[in-house]
């Protein structure tokens, strides 16, 4: 079975491959293929990818390309992982919204949209691409806005799912704090990709997060960036996505007094191609866990595991609603626990959601619909029209600022932009 | 025909007057009767309303009382205009907010759901009196916030409607506009009560919004507060309520340097009193329009005589969603065209509403399920949720400091907070 | 010798009753006169006071008046520390200025302009009995804020000295911290009341200022509010008021979030006055020390004590510039080490204040002047020009709705405002 | 007689040419050179030059230069008009402060001082070789921020002084508005460059103000971006500047919804551009004066005129103060009438200067000092000190995160931090 990987030259793929090799009774593959346009990144990355390989004494081979069309031919999954304008992009997105007193960062809010408009063109493309040359393979997306970029894929009629790494990341915690394994855990994870609840933690069935609550409160709330006696009030877990809503000027007031996520991560990113180009590295570096992915490649492993494999588990993945949450259109797509098999993703039932989430589930879905317009149809309006939607901005003279702004500052990402 | 006025001495009375004088062929009442807890306020306004009626040869006995049981005995329809608190805890709605940052209005925000925990209880114990004293009687309520309220009346049994003067406004406004006669406009009309937009605007049928967007558009956007590039863009007329979202950091700027609307309004309000005192003075002033009820009366006139004559023609109310907005519960309360008659209100059906509208209703209707938990089965942390779900605050630490100052300055209007 | 405090029903007066007790050997009293309009609060205090006294074995008797002009007579000295308003109007110093998203303080910024407004009529008055009926008596004002008070008192040819115990407590704190007696440090204390910075602290005369901070900077800057990397850069210590300055918007953030300190302290005197009524209540309570004035008896018993016995001894003081600070006009008010004697105040020499203290000082200073010509002449345009002189308002729109506002609530205060 | 004019590649320079032209009865030159490092610029604009001299007969050689030491060798006098970093940098002046919710401009708060820290080296270098090669030679500084460059200047011993348009605009049009020649007009202008008042307007020694803030208040306020309400109740013009202090937070809303300055000028510059390489023009185009240097040429043809002439008449320029405001610093730079001559500008006594203008300036000028000790020292750590020490900063934590920004944004003009 071969595995493709769009965007594999990315800092991340060490921590896939390195899932690939632990996890290789899971997951039998026969070939990985990174794909990327940038051939420096590749060469550096697919010899430190080919190095783990070795050392983990995995069989499949490992290829590059820098054409979409040859890394994805006869894939059974492709993987997509990619960044549309990088690092300097991203510090954009975190930095211009903060010029119009809104919160700045890549997934939501204003910042997230830019990244939508850069993304939803490229990923697809590729998915053509995909289709054509690896027909009836699933397209597995990493790539933020995990929401917004599904349902584009979905509605283009391409195999997809979408997949984030919150959800397994409280099951690990979770079952950390417990003193059990993770398989034990199931949660009541509810929403939309960034803007999830955890409103139950079941161990072997039983749902232990009043315990949880009591005796980890602080520590939970602290990684989750909210106050622990909102954390303990809800009786649920917000993720730490809530944060930009929940404590949006405080958030806000940090940032003007900090520098960018993107700047750490672009310095992180150097120190680790310097690391993976050194012939005499074979593993993981350390610095790695710092970069934000944790338990990526599990989370990933499972899913193209239970895809090939129709294993029917429950994973939590972003998907159609389809009445799931029926105060959401049909077509919406959210994040939810979902038995995937070789059918792909069907959520399970939901217990009615408060009005506390609904309210701002309901917003930023509508919101979202109005992103994969601008994106797809392109024009300032359109993008005003979202950011307008959106509850984190909702005023018309921002979302007129910001619009100005952001389609001058990602214009060279913009097909429908870009002839001025 | 009786009809009780609840609230009677409101300086508002003579407007509701000048309307039953003036529609008496519409509206056949032989008696009116006035309630009203400040028995100085009832005895001037009652003598002012009596010498309207004489003036216009109206036969209605006008009839006042400071008791509800009495006032309302036998009372086909009883109207709902009270104020709890008066213009002093309107100020207190108005100011408030803005300690912290917020906008400062007492029908929407932090201030509308401190005037929905005064008013409900002192509303569901008034409807109690109605049903058990009029039985069958019909319940309008004018009192703000009026979606909460009316949900707390139907919620509880009551057979009651909400109305408002927003829609009637514009059906005026626009007839004026077009030199025609206000039956041939019927509105596209869609939302929650001060969370409107009028999507069409049909003159004998045909739709004359885009041509009165052409011709008036600047007119027709000063009058709601808002940018002429934002309706044109929209196609649609969002009501003046619309801008404490749309231009709310601008609203507080604004608040912030100027006084509140409560303090102008008790300025009029004492002038208005001393007029209504004065035994020659028989006709509505003119100041009273300034107070803002514009068309009040040929609202309530045309929703009693529906009622009562079963006229099923359709009008602007307040009524049970009913899977009218497939979005929002069933038991939600929407603002839309309904058809009336001796049945109540049957919303007409609606085209499917845009996201760009559709995400800000859903999330104002989870509010204001909240803001009715809280304001009936009280406690600071009820309302720490309402404020939490409400999108104009939504901050854990806002949330957190207006529930605190709001219970503080609101203790002595609150059941369940009054015994400290 | 007698002496007089007026407001001598404020809870802080045991406070001071235990400094005379105590201290008794430096300042010989045969009189301690209690002054106040509330002759409730008076016979509490004044009886909690008498019992103090004949616990220690004070000789001096305890009188009580409500009439300023018997209750001076013949004083030696008149302490001022009362609050025209109370609580109640502190309470709104520090919340109304958050409605224009500026800091609510009482003795800075809109709250404290306030303040001077109320206070500064009233004492004047007092201080014109004080030199009918003990001509040649020093008047001591701890009253807020301090520094415009006594520059009112010192324009009208009263002989005043100002005083506040932030310095005291800085002295006391640092012997603490070295383990010395207080009277071996002096410091390098330099400003305005309320703002000061302590650019060098004398230890025998070495300064150990750099040592403090090396060994204590995070207990330092955690007393005084402000980040341990700013009071380590700035190699001085800003007072604790510093604060509304160097972190405004974050202060307002915390205002906006919690409850007033006047609501706090209005608790807290309650429980005082509770305590100081019980007949077997005759030492000061420890909750005192939570209210705010601490060491604030020692500051007033040694100036005292100087003023009457010529001591030329050297404490930090608000006195006349006179030169002291080249860059501020002689007649301004400041707050510096002064040799006090008979004869009053006279300032130690003090090096250049760098251009990072003084631009501050410069412009405070400013303000000073003409929130003390608004307090004498008063009208609403001179309120507004001292709000548009502060630093922490400075903006018209901001000035002008402030303005309007302050003058409303403080009406009942202001002489020049009441007849309307 | 030889005039060198460094930044002479500028958009502005054919505004100057003009009023070389037009006024060369005053002025007899025979040596125009234009110095600029932007050969292409040079080429284009000189071309202007020479075309623009001969339309008009003047005799004067027009040369171009892009070596300094070439350029000013023998030269009486340079015009400095350069811009170090072009509006890349002004742009990145009026943006990124409002990341920090700081006004953005170039010349005041965070702006200003980026400005200042990549100018004054650059023009001190210059200085250095006007010293070498036109020894005794004027300096006459336009470049931003006129009043710490000019300082920077005078600080190492150069001849120099500071122009700016502001007072000649203002004497022009009051001038406009009477309907008599400008020259019958002396204006009461005091302050810093960018920080100054009108005061006194006089027609042939008769103070007009009042009359024109009485017959022209709207227009004149609305030229300065002002209330009218403001301007009439200080019976004084504030310079346009003066915005960015009493309407900051308007200013941050507005610059927040809409393009900045830098992005429209680069756009004008590129039309001039064009023009001035079209062979066919030889005449200013209209389009300049939008430009924004409305009689600059006239106030720099009179000031080399005074200089060179010893006319010893009164002009507005910047200068030591040497006690001329005795609340400053004598070696601080100030902006006022002064009589110049051949041994430069003698400040004229000024009326005190009341505390609402007095504090801004004492405040401004502690910071330009600071601002000054950054540009030449460098460091992070002094960059925070003067923004900590700019009334529209002032907060440590805006500090910081500005200073970092700014110094990172900068990076590649600051000597000090350029070896990264």
Same mark, same amino acid.
């Given at each position: 079975?071969?595995?493709?990987?769009?965007?594999?030259?990315?800092?991340?793929?060490?921590?896939?491959?390195?899932?690939?090799?632990?996890?290789?009774?899971?997951?039998?593959?026969?070939?990985?293929?990174?794909?990327?346009?940038?051939?420096?990144?590749?060469?550096?990355?697919?010899?430190?990818?080919?190095?783990?390989?070795?050392?983990?004494?995995?069989?499949?081979?490992?290829?590059?390309?820098?054409?979409?069309?040859?890394?994805?031919?006869?894939?059974?999954?492709?993987?997509?992982?990619?960044?549309?304008?990088?690092?300097?992009?991203?510090? =954009?997105?975190?930095?211009?919204?903060?010029?119009?007193?809104?919160?700045?960062?890549?997934?939501?809010?204003?910042?997230?949209?830019?990244?939508?408009?850069?993304?939803?063109?490229?990923?697809?493309?590729?998915?053509?691409?995909?289709?054509?040359?690896?027909?009836?393979?699933?397209?597995?997306?990493?790539?933020?806005?995990?929401?917004?970029?599904?349902?584009?894929?979905?509605?283009?009629?391409?195999?997809?799912?979408?997949?984030?790494? =919150?959800?397994?990341?409280?099951?690990?915690?979770?079952?950390?704090?417990?003193?059990?394994?993770?398989?034990?855990?199931?949660?009541?994870?509810?929403?939309?990709?960034?803007?999830?609840?955890?409103?139950?933690?079941?161990?072997?069935?039983?749902?232990?997060?009043?315990?949880?609550?009591?005796?980890?409160?602080?520590?939970?709330?602290?990684?989750?960036?909210?106050?622990?006696?909102?954390?303990?009030?809800?009786?649920?877990?917000?993720?730490?996505?809530?944060?930009?809503?929940?404590?949006?000027?405080?958030?806000?007031?940090?940032?003007?007094?900090?520098?960018?996520?993107?700047?750490?991560?672009?310095?992180?990113?150097?120190?680790?191609?310097?690391?993976?180009?050194?012939?005499?590295?074979?593993?993981?570096?350390?610095?790695?866990?710092?970069?934000?992915?944790?338990?990526?490649?599990?989370?990933?492993?499972?899913?193209?595991?239970?895809?090939?494999?129709?294993?029917?588990?429950?994973?939590? =993945?972003?998907?159609?609603?389809?009445?799931?949450?029926?105060?959401?259109?049909?077509?919406? =797509?959210?994040?939810?626990?979902?038995?995937?098999?070789?059918?792909?993703?069907?959520?399970?039932?939901?217990?009615?959601?408060?009005?506390?989430?609904?309210?701002?589930?309901?917003?930023?879905?509508?919101?979202?619909?109005?992103?994969?317009?601008?994106?797809?149809?392109?024009?300032?309006?359109?993008?005003?029209?979202?950011?307008?939607?959106?509850?984190?901005?909702?005023?018309?003279?921002?979302?007129?600022?910001?619009?100005?702004?952001?389609?001058?500052?990602?214009?060279?990402?913009?097909?429908?932009?870009?002839?001025?």
């Amino acid at each position: 079975m071969k595995l493709a990987v769009v965007g594999g030259g990315s800092t991340y793929t060490p921590e896939l491959i390195d899932g690939f090799a632990r996890l290789r009774g899971e997951l039998p593959l026969s070939e990985i293929a990174l794909v990327d346009p940038d051939e420096r990144r590749l060469a550096t990355v697919g010899g430190m990818a080919r190095r783990m390989l070795a050392r983990a004494g995995h069989p499949a081979a490992l290829t590059t390309s820098n054409r979409v069309e040859d890394g994805v031919a006869g894939a059974a999954a492709v993987l997509l992982q990619l960044r549309v304008g990088g690092q300097a992009a991203r510090n =954009v997105d975190e930095t211009l919204p903060l010029e119009c007193g809104c919160v700045g960062q890549e997934t939501t809010g204003a910042g997230g949209l830019a990244k939508a408009l850069r993304t939803v063109p490229v990923v697809l493309d590729i998915a053509e691409k995909v289709r054509a040359h690896a027909p009836g393979a699933w397209i597995v997306d990493f790539t933020n806005p995990v929401g917004i970029v599904t349902r584009a894929l979905l509605d283009a009629g391409h195999r997809a799912i979408g997949l984030c790494n =919150v959800a397994i990341g409280f099951q690990r915690r979770f079952a950390a704090l417990l003193g059990v394994a993770p398989e034990r855990i199931a949660l009541g994870h509810v929403g939309l990709n960034h803007l999830t609840w955890e409103r139950s933690v079941l161990l072997d069935g039983v749902d232990v997060l009043p315990r949880l609550l009591d005796e980890h409160g602080e520590g939970i709330a602290e990684s989750v960036g909210l106050p622990v006696e909102l954390v303990r009030h809800l009786r649920a877990v917000p993720s730490y996505y809530l944060r930009y809503f929940y404590e949006h000027d405080r958030v806000v007031a940090e940032q003007r007094t900090s520098p960018s996520r993107a700047a750490e991560v672009a310095a992180m990113e150097s120190a680790l191609l310097e690391m993976y180009a050194d012939p005499a590295v074979d593993t993981k570096p350390d610095l790695l866990n710092k970069r934000g992915g944790a338990f990526y490649s599990e989370a990933a492993v499972a899913l193209v595991a239970s895809l090939m494999g129709d294993r029917r588990d429950v994973q939590v =993945v972003n998907t159609r609603n389809n009445g799931t949450l029926p105060f959401l259109d049909d077509d919406a =797509v959210i994040e939810v626990p979902a038995a995937v098999g070789a059918a792909g993703a069907v959520p399970l039932p939901v217990e009615p959601v408060e009005p506390l989430y609904r309210g701002l589930i309901a917003h930023v879905s509508a919101y979202e619909s109005l992103a994969l317009e601008a994106a797809l149809d392109g024009g300032e309006d359109r993008v005003r029209d979202a950011l307008l939607a959106h509850p984190l901005v909702g005023q018309a003279s921002l979302a007129d600022g910001l619009a100005a702004r952001l389609v001058e500052a990602n214009r060279a990402f913009l097909p429908w932009a870009v002839a001025r």
